[in-house]
């Protein structure tokens, strides 16, 4: 079923910095960007199967058009509410800018890009796998090795694309097999697996003790915990050890990034954005 959305979005809507993340994160067979258009397709699943969602982004429209191919039709206000989180559209970017344009660091920044969003996600687990993959390579590494995961062992999508893979059927894969299909290292593999058998056990974002219990995964760090926790919803997550924004913040070490990041909060997730956009942005216009 095939339902065309107009999902409204608080004005003003920093575009382009936001098209720029999803662009560079795609994964090749799950997501496709259209540069031209301004328009982003990714697959996803709903409770009555597989979905994709094809998103056009504009600045000065009020809305975000989406259009949604679902099972169901009980599945679209499902998916708009995955995308509308995913695209940050609930935010009030007035509240925001306000707080952090106080801070002389950031004004500049947000005077260049008002009403940035912060790319969220639309599956935590499917996200929770490429920041693995992420670990020490490249974004486009990041998105090649996720390419393949989702070759070898995604599930048809409309549109063409393909929906990840979920956590059992990656519990269920022998370590070189899933290795050998991504052509990441054995430890990063081994995590992925570790992470599915935790999932397909019963670990949970809703749990009070859930950031303590991904920590505790062998091949999981802080950054990892803090960048999911940014990129699911957290609007004060704080990867202070990222190497992007210490150097954009010109500082050595997390302990120095996380406490210039005091007053920034409880918005240090926009921050960050903000901190990532002028980096990547000045560095390729």
């Given amino acids: 079923m095939i339902t065309v959305a107009r999902l409204p979005v608080a004005l003003p809507f920093s575009v382009r910095p936001l098209l720029a993340t999803m ?9 496709r960007h259209d540069v031209a258009t301004g328009t982003h397709c990714i697959a996803l699943r709903t ?76 599956d935590w687990f499917t996200t929770a796998v490429q920041t693995i993959l ?40 022998a370590p070189e097999d899933l290795r050998a299909a991504i052509g990441t290292t054995r430890s990063r593999a081994n995590t992925l697996l570790v992470l599915a058998r935790a999932v397909s056990d019963g670990l949970d974002p809703a749990s009070a003790s859930f950031s303590r219990d991904l920590l505790a995964l062998p091949g999981i760090g802080p950054w990892t915990v803090d960048y999911l926790a940014l990129r699911t919803g957290d609007r004060d997550a704080y990867p202070a050890g990222d190497l992007v924004l210490r150097r ?11 406490a210039l990041a005091a007053q920034w909060q409880p918005w240090r997730a926009y921050a960050v954005a903000h901190l990532w956009a002028h980096a990547t942005l000045n560095r390729h216009p």
Wanted: hydrophobic share 50%.
């Fill in 248 to 258: 954009a913040l010109e500082v050595g070490t997390a302990r120095e990034a996380t």
């Fill in 47 to 122: 409770a009555h199967g597989i979905a994709s969602a094809a998103v056009r982004l504009r600045a000065d429209t009020g809305s975000v058009v989406a259009r949604i191919d679902a099972p169901r039709r009980a599945d679209i206000a499902d998916v708009e509410a995955v995308v509308r989180r995913w695209l940050d559209l609930d935010a009030d970017p007035t509240v925001v800018d306000a707080a952090l344009a106080a801070d002389p660091v950031l004004a500049p920044l947000v005077r260049a890009r008002p009403g940035l969003r912060v790319l969220g996600s639309t």
């Fill in 23 to 31: 662009r560079s994160h795609a994964v090749p067979g799950h997501e």
């Fill in 134 to 173: 992420g670990q020490q390579v490249s974004v486009a590494a990041a998105a090649t090795f996720a390419g393949r995961l989702v070759a070898a062992f995604g599930d048809d999508a409309p549109g063409g694309l393909r929906c990840s893979p979920t956590p059992q059927r990656i519990a269920a894969l």
